[in-house]
């Protein structure tokens, strides 16, 4: 019986342990020309080796990123954006991959608000990888 109680004691103690940096709430919409796009991904890869943070891009164009679990949000850092959504070309509906410039960086702040808004143009400097 005591080395259950004691195990129990340790198991909360260490509930409140740290196992490195934690992610903090990131939001924000992804738009195209001004116009909200109403569906995709928006993908962050950590320039300081954390994992990366996905976001799904809602009808309005809002994004929620989520790293370990459902919308957490990303760990604090240095990040490099794609966005990944369905655009109509013609009568075709493409897959396209939007990626900034390589000094296009987004930064999630340890605190504050973490609101990232993101335009996605090719008119400012991304580039479109399109997929069938």
Request: hydrophobic share 35%; with cysteine; glycine share 12%.
């Amino acid at each position: 019986m005591l080395v259950l109680f004691l195990g129990a004691i340790l198991g909360l103690a260490c509930c409140g342990c740290s196992q490195g940096p934690q992610p903090v709430h990131v939001s924000g919409v992804a738009t195209q020309d001004g116009v909200p796009l109403k569906s995709g991904k928006v993908v962050l890869t950590s320039l300081d080796g954390h994992p990366p943070a996905v976001g799904q891009i809602q009808a309005d164009g809002a994004f929620v990123l989520s790293t370990f679990r459902p919308y957490d949000g990303a760990i604090p850092g240095r990040y490099r954006v794609a966005v990944t959504t369905d655009l109509q070309q013609g009568n075709r509906k493409l897959r396209a991959t939007f990626h900034p410039g390589r000094d296009f960086v987004v930064t999630v702040e340890e605190e504050g608000e973490n609101h990232v808004p993101i335009e996605v143009s090719r008119a400012s400097g991304w580039r479109v990888t399109t997929e069938k």
